[in-house]
């Protein structure tokens, strides 16, 4: 069975006195979690802090981008194998933010994820529709030709053990969450295209949901058949927030 997973996206947001706040808080509530992974995905600079702060619990750590080469003449880029100094296991890939702030295409996104597994880190790829697509009602077609330059480059085996978000860009820092059923209806369409191609690697990824989950929602998103845990913007910068959002995952998992 597939463990639980909440990640945190503290996006651009910390300063290293706050992270030291939350980071405390999370080593002191979360370390006795049994079936969830708990992530927290740090701006570069704080890699370093989360490292030294996380290290020796169960808490993992990651960041939010990665270059697509492994080394060479890319100014500003950031290397899978500089993450992995620093202690990082998890890396979000293709959130829509940048795809929409920094043209990042699909194709780009595809090669960082390729690029990531390589050099051991697990990406979490994030995957959604707009508002206008869904009205329309080709969500389905818009993630499956978000997926398709991943699988088009590695095949869907690459899926194995990885992470994916569905984060529907209508839901994201709107309080608008999806519902669980449509969140469900979405990650069970994602793991059957995925199955189709490689049913083991659709047994073992994780599909975590991402947009406007609180403690109030996160239960019954934790709920459903195919939502393996979330991805946590806002709420992940609130410690007793991010803590109640795991137990909620917790409790999902017992009852599952
Ligand atoms: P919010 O939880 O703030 O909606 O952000 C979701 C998100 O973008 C996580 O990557």
């Given at each position: ?52 702060t996380l290290s ?127 969140a469900q209806s ?7 295209k995925i199955a ?61």
């Open positions: 069975m597939r463990r639980k997973l909440v990640v945190a996206n503290w996006k651009m947001h910390g300063s290293l006195a706050q992270n030291q706040q939350l980071l405390d808080s999370f080593k002191a509530h979360l370390a006795n979690l049994k079936h969830v992974d708990v992530a927290i995905c740090v701006p570069y600079p704080y890699l370093q802090q989360a490292q030294s020796g619990t169960p808490i993992a750590w990651g960041a939010q981008n990665v270059g697509k080469y492994p080394v060479g003449a890319y100014t500003g880029e950031v290397a899978a194998s500089m993450l992995k100094d620093f202690g990082a296991t998890y890396v979000i890939l293709g959130h829509s933010e940048r795809s929409t702030a920094y043209c990042e295409s699909a194709e780009n996104v595809a090669a960082k994820f390729v690029t990531a597994k390589n050099a051991g880190l697990t990406p979490v790829l994030c995957v959604g529709e707009t508002l206008q697509e869904r009205e329309a009602g080709v969500m389905e077609h818009v993630v499956s030709e978000q997926l398709d330059p991943i699988i088009a480059l590695h095949g869907a085996g690459i899926f194995k053990n990885a992470v994916i978000s569905y984060e529907p860009i209508w839901a994201i820092g709107t309080g608008l969450s999806a519902t669980p059923e449509q979405m990650h069970e369409f994602i793991r059957e189709r191609l490689d049913p083991e690697a659709a047994m073992s990824v994780r599909i975590i949901y991402g947009g406007s989950v609180n403690p109030l929602n996160a239960s019954k998103l934790a709920a459903m058949q195919d939502i393996d845990g979330g991805l946590i913007g806002r709420c992940s910068l609130n410690a007793d927030e991010f803590e109640q959002i795991c137990f909620a995952a917790e409790n999902a998992a017992i009852k599952h």
